[in-house]
Protein backbone atom coordinates (compact mmCIF):
# COMPACT_ATOMS: atom_id res chain seq x y z
CA UNK A 1 0.00 0.00 0.00
CA UNK A 2 1.11 3.25 -1.27
CA UNK A 3 0.39 7.34 -0.65
CA UNK A 4 1.94 7.97 -4.45
CA UNK A 5 -0.39 8.21 -7.28
CA UNK A 6 2.27 7.28 -10.43
CA UNK A 7 0.18 8.84 -12.99
CA UNK A 8 -1.34 5.10 -13.96
CA UNK A 9 -4.52 5.19 -11.91
CA UNK A 10 -6.72 8.38 -11.34
CA UNK A 11 -8.25 8.52 -7.83
CA UNK A 12 -10.66 11.58 -8.93
CA UNK A 13 -12.59 9.24 -11.36
CA UNK A 14 -12.57 6.37 -9.18
CA UNK A 15 -10.91 3.86 -11.38
CA UNK A 16 -7.68 3.66 -8.38
CA UNK A 17 -10.31 2.99 -5.76
CA UNK A 18 -11.83 0.09 -7.67
CA UNK A 19 -8.35 -1.43 -8.23
CA UNK A 20 -7.41 -0.55 -4.57
CA UNK A 21 -10.42 -2.55 -3.02
CA UNK A 22 -10.64 -5.74 -5.42
CA UNK A 23 -10.54 -9.04 -3.32
CA UNK A 24 -8.04 -11.95 -4.32
CA UNK A 25 -11.43 -13.94 -4.88
CA UNK A 26 -12.44 -11.79 -7.46
CA UNK A 27 -9.65 -13.14 -9.98
CA UNK A 28 -12.51 -15.15 -11.50
CA UNK A 29 -11.78 -18.86 -9.86
CA UNK A 30 -12.37 -21.86 -11.37
CA UNK A 31 -15.56 -23.83 -10.95
CA UNK A 32 -13.75 -25.82 -8.66
CA UNK A 33 -12.48 -23.54 -6.58
CA UNK A 34 -15.27 -21.50 -6.46
CA UNK A 35 -17.16 -24.51 -5.01
CA UNK A 36 -14.03 -25.66 -2.59
CA UNK A 37 -14.60 -21.73 -1.50
CA UNK A 38 -17.97 -21.74 -0.71
CA UNK A 39 -17.97 -25.29 1.23
CA UNK A 40 -15.19 -23.98 3.00
CA UNK A 41 -16.18 -20.30 4.10
CA UNK A 42 -19.80 -20.92 3.37
CA UNK A 43 -21.25 -17.32 4.78
CA UNK A 44 -17.32 -15.46 5.41
CA UNK A 45 -16.97 -14.78 1.69
CA UNK A 46 -20.43 -12.78 1.99
CA UNK A 47 -19.66 -10.75 5.05
CA UNK A 48 -16.65 -10.01 3.29
CA UNK A 49 -17.84 -9.00 0.20
CA UNK A 50 -20.54 -6.97 1.97
CA UNK A 51 -18.22 -4.82 4.45
CA UNK A 52 -15.56 -4.50 1.26
CA UNK A 53 -18.79 -2.85 -0.72
CA UNK A 54 -19.73 -0.50 2.30
CA UNK A 55 -15.89 0.51 2.93
CA UNK A 56 -15.56 0.71 -1.07
CA UNK A 57 -18.43 2.98 -0.96
CA UNK A 58 -16.99 5.60 1.27
CA UNK A 59 -14.08 5.50 0.09
CA UNK A 60 -15.10 6.86 -3.26
CA UNK A 61 -17.31 9.64 -1.06
CA UNK A 62 -14.15 10.38 0.52
CA UNK A 63 -12.63 10.29 -3.42
CA UNK A 64 -15.40 12.65 -4.43
CA UNK A 65 -15.59 14.91 -1.81
CA UNK A 66 -12.26 15.18 -0.30
CA UNK A 67 -9.59 17.60 -2.01
CA UNK A 68 -6.63 15.69 -3.19
CA UNK A 69 -3.58 15.38 -0.82
CA UNK A 70 -2.08 13.87 1.40
CA UNK A 71 -4.84 13.46 4.26
CA UNK A 72 -7.04 11.99 1.55
CA UNK A 73 -4.35 9.31 0.69
CA UNK A 74 -4.01 8.62 4.49
CA UNK A 75 -7.93 8.20 4.81
CA UNK A 76 -8.38 5.90 1.68
CA UNK A 77 -4.99 3.65 3.00
CA UNK A 78 -6.40 3.30 6.13
CA UNK A 79 -10.30 2.35 4.17
CA UNK A 80 -7.83 -0.32 2.49
CA UNK A 81 -6.11 -1.23 6.13
CA UNK A 82 -9.66 -1.79 8.01
CA UNK A 83 -10.55 -4.11 5.00
CA UNK A 84 -7.40 -6.09 5.59
CA UNK A 85 -7.99 -6.11 9.54
CA UNK A 86 -11.79 -7.10 8.74
CA UNK A 87 -10.96 -9.59 6.65
CA UNK A 88 -8.04 -11.58 8.58
CA UNK A 89 -10.92 -11.28 11.96
CA UNK A 90 -13.76 -12.84 9.91
CA UNK A 91 -11.29 -15.78 8.46
CA UNK A 92 -9.02 -16.38 11.97
CA UNK A 93 -10.28 -19.37 12.99
Request: hydrophobic share 40%.
Given at each position: ?11 V ?10 L ?10 T???S ?6 L ?11 D????V?L????GR?KE ?11 W???A????
Amino acid sequence: MGLKNNGDESFVDGVGIDKRFKLAQDNEPTVEKTVEWSQKFGDKLNWQGTFRDRIEDVAHYVDLVIADGREKEIAIERLEESLMWLGKAIFKE
